[in-house]
């Protein structure tokens, strides 16, 4: 039973520096014993964040020795889809009633950008984008040019059913 593990991990709550670092603790803390049959479990909830916190926890999640199941409970948003997607092949799930959201990276705005700022600004977005993209065609089925379509249309936000997130399985 999923619910019985051991090694269960709450992904609850906004994804920032706080939030990487108490999942990356217990990640690190669950994986010093190597058990097949009892692997890390992370249950997400979370309407995203910080996609450099999501991708810290993602990079540690790659590095283990246990299986990491990932369970999307409620709403797997933004960054919080890039933990999901983290979790060893064949074993991401997902409950029925979860929501699932990707959208174009967000940056805040400021009134007074220098010219100089804005074309930084600008190369940061371009590199955040193409990390994105290079991402989920990684650990997904889906295509590159299917997921720039989804990220650069005109729809800012995109709400993922789950008959369509299964396609993302691999």
């Known amino acids: ?82 933990i999901l997607l983290s979790g060893t092949k064949d074993h991401r799930l997902a409950m029925k009633n979860a929501e699932f959201l990707i959208h174009q990276p967000v940056w805040s705005k400021e009134e007074n950008i220098k010219f100089q700022d804005s074309r930084s600004r600008r190369k940061k977005e371009e590199m955040v984008l193409s990390q994105l993209i290079d991402f989920y065609s990684n650990y997904s089925r889906l295509k ?11 729809d800012f936000y995109f709400i993922l059913h789950l008959t369509f997130v299964q396609s993302f399985g691999r």
């Not at 479990?41 to 916190?53: E, Q, V, W």
């Not at 590095?63 to 890039?82: D, E, F, M």
């Open 144 to 154: 590159k040019k299917k997921i720039e379509k989804l990220l650069s249309g005109a």
């Open 1 to 82: 039973d999923i619910f019985e593990s051991r090694k269960l991990i709450f992904a609850w709550n906004v994804i920032d520096q706080g939030f990487s670092e108490r999942v990356i603790t217990k990640l690190i803390e669950h994986d010093k014993d190597v058990d097949e049959k009892n692997p890390i479990t992370i249950l997400i909830n979370s309407h995203g964040g910080s996609l450099a916190d999501a991708f810290a926890v993602s990079d540690v999640m790659k590095n283990l020795k246990n299986k990491v199941v990932t369970i999307a409970v409620g709403c797997v948003y933004s960054a919080a889809l890039i």
